[in-house]
């Protein structure tokens, strides 16, 4: 990881996700963090098992989350792939990601990525308020959800958690890895929604395939 140290703490954003598959969505998301709040770069991570789709159906393979994931992150230079949840046995819980992240560079600020689904149901996660001891939360509307809801939202982690949340100031992006991989079933392209180089090795690899093969909902 090239780590740019500023005169103050290192700022780092941390994209987490199951990425199944990464899109334009995720990157906007990351980009508009790692420029509205000062980051000096922004770290993806791949679940291997989220905890809240323990149950979710076969779509890409691990390993091809993280090709997906290298790739659509190539062009960025203050983009880097981090594959610790990858490689950590069991459940990815962000707890112990922020956790062991913490440990590693206490000096650090980290700036915890996520869409407003994400910030609604951050009381369920596990260890919401370790989660906080350790980094800040940056988050950005999405779907039904509009400002004020996250507004007071925030307000109410910040009482329950001491959580210190920072909302982005982003337009609405219609677009999920669910919808993108329903649309490779019915075989419509997702070339607009997708880094070109992810909407390739999609195809040549079927991991959506048309014929529903790697995908039953
Ligand atoms: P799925 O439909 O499979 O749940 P997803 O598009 O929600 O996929 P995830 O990997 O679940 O993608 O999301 C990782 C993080 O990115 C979450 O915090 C999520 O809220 C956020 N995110 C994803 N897409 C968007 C979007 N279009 N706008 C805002 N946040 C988003
Ligand atoms: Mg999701």
Redo the contacts with the bound molecule.
């Keep these: 990881m090239d780590a740019i140290w500023k005169a103050g703490k290192l700022r780092t954003g941390i994209m987490?996700?199951?990425?199944?598959p990464i899109?334009n969505?995720?990157l906007a998301?990351a980009d508009t963090a790692y420029r509205q709040l000062g980051l000096d770069h922004v770290l993806f991570l791949p679940a291997r098992i989220p905890p809240h789709k323990q149950n979710r159906p076969a779509g890409a393979t691990p390993l091809q989350r993280v090709r997906m994931t290298q790739l659509a992150i190539s062009g960025y230079p203050y983009f880097s792939l981090d594959q610790e949840e990858m490689c950590r046995d069991g459940i990815s819980y962000t707890k112990d990601t922020l956790l062991r992240l913490k440990r590693n560079e206490p000096e650090t600020e980290f700036f915890f990525i996520?869409?407003?689904?994400?910030l609604m149901s951050f009381d369920t996660w596990y260890h919401p308020e370790i989660i906080c001891s350790c980094c800040h939360l940056a988050a950005?509307i999405?779907d039904d959800f509009p400002l004020e809801v996250l507004q007071k939202k925030s307000e109410e982690l910040e009482a329950r958690f001491q959580a210190s949340v920072f909302i982005l100031n982003i337009p609405k992006?219609d677009?999920?890895?669910?919808m993108l991989r329903g649309l490779c079933r019915q075989e419509k392209s997702i070339r607009t929604y997708v880094p070109e180089a992810v909407a390739d090795y999609i195809e040549e690899n079927n991991i959506y395939g048309g014929s529903g093969q790697n995908e039953q909902l």
């Design positions: 987490g996700g199951t990425f199944d899109h969505g995720h998301l996520i869409g407003a689904d994400s950005a999405r992006m677009i999920s890895s669910t």
